[in-house]
């Protein structure tokens, strides 16, 4: 089991690691759309937001030596499904066929009250 970290995604908030790599798969936690540079969320809506926790997606997958064509799965959470549509418009700007397994859960609440939360599982 190795631990994942970089600059280039937000610091963890708490006791857990951005992410985990056990073998050849690669779990992230959830990323919070804040911007590493200034800690704070993007101006905007859902859409910047999803950008944002995209990106830092990527920048955790870049840290262990994998692309967004690794994902092979996402768990999106949103704060409100009526975003829904949004959310998934920037969403397909980071993936290609063949697109990674997906939930899209709606949630009552998300840490520092942002719109979106996104965490992936990629294999090598």
Known sequence: ???ISTTKAPAAIGPYS???KVGNLLYTSGQLPID???GTFPEGGIKEQTRQSL???KAILEEAGLTMANVVKTTVFLADMNE???M???YSEFFSEPYPARSAVAVKALPKAAMVEIEVVAGE
């Open 1 to 3: 089991m190795k631990t």
């Open 18 to 20: 951005q992410a985990i």
């Open 36 to 38: 590493p540079a200034t």
């Open 55 to 57: 990106l830092n997606v």
């Open 84 to 86: 829904f549509a949004d």
């Open 88 to 90: 998934n418009a920037v």
